[in-house]
């Protein structure tokens, strides 16, 4: 399934491994890692298009569904839980109704999600008619051609901390930081501290040694600051540049995740950033253009931009916290069949001779 401007292999957690380790060595070859180009597999040869999605209907009785999403390495052998995707969240409310875990509604269907990874809630309503659903409608979301219908997605108030370092602002390796998380560890840096504008290409900024050096050192040690330990082979935090907005945006975004730019921007990634550019003093609240009266903010990036309505509350210590977070999506199911995976017998050996995290 596409999951908003992500695409992914959906699966029923009763029809993989229950071990981890060997559903992920499974996963493997089911997506053709490791393998540049994902040849022999599912895999689309980015990180984008090279994750998938466990879903089992769930014992807790605010949910409908557990939904575990799997992040697949494209060039490495390796296969993370660290990180929930916003995206491939989409597809999870439609593949949980095609599946039978959820009775569709007759016009529109909310399915209530809990997603294991970060153990937080979310609310996808999207529509069923006739009990049925239906993937083709009106809206349209930067990163996807053409039209489709739309997912709502509505994640409760945040309960974790939003600056998980304590600090509104951080210096690292000199450059002013605001870490911060609302379902997605990002790391705001203004671009200009790091000698670019913002407004490049991904593929110039992936070119760049040097950019990458400093992103490298600066995540790491934003890692540690986070509580997050050591990230070297971890996809989180992210990283994003910020810049004023060109267009009717709050902001311009680039996006590392962490290696390869981000050709949009992920959704908890956004809505991070969103988070982040309302929090007094961050690094970013001082770019963006924010309309103090709306709960939206439309977050610019390479191919256009995403609405995220955010707005924040505070911990009764008064740290700022999320109140509202919401976004709309949509999806669509491609295909629905059987993966013949890779066998075991040929899968590539020495994997940490690959090269760096893709
Ligand atoms: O932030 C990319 C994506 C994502 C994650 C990434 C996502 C999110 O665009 O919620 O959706 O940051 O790895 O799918």
Redesign the pocket.
Known sequence: MR????KGAYFLAEDLPAEPALRDELLLRVMGSPDARQIDGLGGAH??AS?VAVVSPSADPHADVDYLFL?VAVERPEVSDR???????AGVGPFAVERGLVAAGEEETAVRIRMVNSDDYATATFPTPGGRVDYTGAAEISGVPGTAAPVVIEFPPGTGALLPTGNVRDEIDGVAVTCVDN??PTVLIAATSLKVTGYELPRDLEEDVALADRLRTIRLAAGRLMGLGDVSDA?VP?LTLLAAPRGDGAVTTR?F?PVRC?P????????SVAAGLRIEGSVGAELARIDADSDRIRIEHPTGFLDIESSLGSTPDGLPSARRTAVVRTARKIFDGTVFPRSAETAPLSPRSLGGQR
């Open positions: 999951g908003g401007t992500s990180p984008l994750k992040q990180q929930n995707c916003g995206n491939i969240l379902g997605m996809t992210k996006t995740i981000h949009s921007i992920g959704v908890l990634g956004a809505a």
